[in-house]
């Protein structure tokens, strides 16, 4: 850490430490991840670029409104277990958002260093690279004692998952209902393996089952919103994440897609007549 008569002094004049980027020859080659992310010592000297603002602009760019101050700075003292913590308070899923996020419209683009005419911080970098620690740093998020109240989530998308673990900190008994053979919605089906690994979302999703929630899948729930259903399964409230379409699915012999209907068993790409009937849960 940079001190000056022993305070902290960002090196805010050196340039931003770059991705460490698979070589085109390579990748050419594969569908492996393009970025492979920083390591400590890139870290290290990103974060040593962080001004500290007392008025961080990058927080108000932020969606959910990370503490990206307060994570930076428990990097540069390397405090990785401490800064996850951080970022968990607001966001469950930082190696998601830490790669997919187009965070130069958001954190990055707000960064005070852009009006200098520097480079802002990586901030999407530093929040993948504590995002990947989570095994290594062993942090899990503190969770409030159970209520005894159940909630159903309604679809795995980023809605869905970052909805169950927010409440499942709250001390709720969530359940998620899938309608797929996996969870992450979009984030497994809609996003390459280049740009965001499968392996990725699935360590998110058992953190969430660390958490104590519960994920049905093959399961598109019963109409939800009747009060005797809800009742019937013991359930509080439920949360709708099922996505902004019905899902499309390609059918033989002609390959148009059709929609599906509540209830219906999507079919699995390798088995597309695989029977519609679901029971009830």
Request: proline share 9%.
């Amino acid at each position: 850490m940079p001190l000056v008569n022993g305070k902290y002094r960002a090196n805010n004049k050196d340039p931003r430490v770059p991705a460490n980027e698979v070589p085109a020859e390579v990748r050419a080659k594969n569908f492996e991840p393009v970025d492979t992310g920083y390591t400590t010592e890139d870290a290290l000297e990103e974060a040593n670029r962080c001004l500290d603002c007392k008025k961080p602009m990058c927080v108000k760019g932020c969606p959910v409104g990370i503490d990206i101050p307060t994570f930076i700075r428990q990097i540069r003292e390397e405090d990785f277990a401490g800064g996850l913590a951080t970022i968990r308070e607001s966001n469950m899923l930082p190696s998601v958002c830490g790669r997919v996020c187009p965070q130069e419209n958001q954190c990055e683009g707000n960064c005070i260093l852009n009006r200098t005419g520097n480079d802002p911080i990586a901030i999407g970098q530093l929040e993948r690279f504590l995002g990947d620690m989570t095994e290594s740093v062993g942090a899990t998020p503190v969770c409030k004692p159970a209520n005894g109240k159940k909630v159903a989530v309604v679809g795995s998308g980023p809605s869905g998952i970052a909805c169950a673990g927010a409440l499942a900190r709250e001390g709720f008994d969530v359940t998620v209902y899938e309608a797929f053979q996996t969870g992450g919605g979009v984030l497994t089906y809609g996003i390459p393996e280049f740009r965001l690994p499968k392996a990725i979302v699935k360590r998110e999703i058992d953190g969430l089952k660390d958490l104590g929630v519960k994920f049905e899948y093959d399961a598109v729930g019963p109409p939800l919103r009747r009060r005797r259903v809800l009742q019937r399964h013991g359930l509080r409230r439920h949360v709708h994440g099922c996505g902004r379409r019905p899902a499309q699915v390609l059918e033989h012999p002609r390959r148009e897609p059709s929609r599906r209907l509540l209830r219906q068993r999507v079919p699995h790409p390798r088995e597309p007549h695989e029977g519609h009937g679901l029971p009830r849960l």
